[in-house]
């Protein structure tokens, strides 16, 4: 862990972001350098309070700063769901648990600073298009694979949050209609066939052994035919889902982030082929991976939090972050 100190305390925010498994917090400099993480379970499975879970890791975290030497500027907390980013109010997660939480005014309660609450997704989006996959492109999405999907739609250079803040939830794209059931109350839902905790999940319900993980069924592909046919009906799945967003948004470039994109061309191959067998009259736009992987949340989060605390966020600032696997 390097100490903040210095002319590079100027600047410094603190980014959270909060996932379905961990939660993970930051302490970002003030050019874009990541230089202290923590992780941390979620506490949903075990049944604690998951708002105050995130309260602490967010108090903790501005210790942290404090004893390096840091001051923070700001904050900028992310998660799942259906967020109201006007109000700064977590609307519906259910991967999380959180139901209408006032995340914004409960944590700048707790630290005083400038908070800035948003979408997981869409601020994976703002990170790549300030500096990562999405960087100079007006037009492009980003699908971040982890324990849920959801997209960043980017248009003219802004993610487009929607009517209702919930914009790019295509996890719950059906892809097979009357198909196996979602935590959401649908059926054949995108999420559950080809998120990484969907992976698991349904390796597990098919009769395979209990405690693997995506990346375990990903390495067990030549050797496991329930794993090959799990891995085959997830890309199959996003080929799919990939296909319908091409045809609805025209997107110049599709970036896959998240652990599940982590597979490289085991993942990206065949769901290049799916995409481009369902799309008969036109080409397929370029897929690519994430340039900041399982950070770009967190990087995306910082940029929020200098955003709210009224620092300039400069292009290509965040890209010096290191890319987390």
Not at 132 to 142: C, K, P, S, T, Y
Not at 295 to 310: D, F, S
Request: glycine fraction near 14%; proline fraction near 7%.
């Amino acid at each position: 862990m390097t100490p903040v100190t210095g002319p590079e305390a100027d600047g410094s925010v603190l980014a959270v972001d909060v996932g379905g498994t961990t939660m993970k917090g930051s302490i970002v400099d003030g050019t874009g350098r990541l230089r202290h993480t923590v992780v941390v379970p979620s506490r949903v499975a075990d049944g604690a309070d998951p708002v105050e879970a995130v309260r602490v890791l967010c108090r903790r975290l501005r210790d942290d700063a404090l004893t390096l030497g840091a001051t923070p500027a700001g904050i900028g907390v992310v998660t799942p769901g259906i967020i109201d980013e006007a109000a700064g109010v977590v609307r519906y997660a259910s991967n999380i648990r959180f139901r209408d939480v006032p995340l914004r005014a409960l944590i700048g309660d707790d630290l005083g600073l400038p908070v800035a609450v948003g979408h997981d997704a869409r601020a994976a989006g703002i990170a790549e298009a300030v500096a990562g996959a999405g960087r100079g492109l007006d037009n492009f999405l980003l699908l971040p694979l982890g324990t849920g999907i959801a997209a960043t739609v980017v248009v003219h250079g802004l993610p487009v949050p929607g009517t209702t803040w919930s914009a790019g939830e295509v996890g719950h794209m059906p892809v097979h209609p009357g198909g196996e059931p979602c935590s959401c109350g649908q059926r054949g839902c995108l999420e559950v066939y080809a998120s990484a905790g969907g992976l698991a999940r349904r390796y597990v319900r098919l009769g395979g052994a209990p405690g693997l993980d995506s990346r375990a069924i990903a390495e067990a592909y030549e050797t496991d035919p329930l794993a090959r046919s799990v891995w085959d009906d997830a890309t199959e799945a996003l080929g799919l889902a990939l296909a319908t967003l091409t045809l609805t948004l025209d997107p110049a470039r599709i970036v896959l982030g998240g652990g599940l994109a982590q597979a490289g061309e085991q993942l990206f191959g065949p769901v290049r082929k799916a995409l481009a067998a369902a799309l008969a009259w036109r080409d397929a736009p370029e897929l690519l991976p994430s340039a900041f992987g399982a950070t770009a949340a967190q990087v995306g989060a910082a940029v929020l939090a200098r955003r709210a605390a009224g620092l300039p966020v400069p292009d290509g600032w965040g890209a010096l972050a290191p890319v987390a696997s």
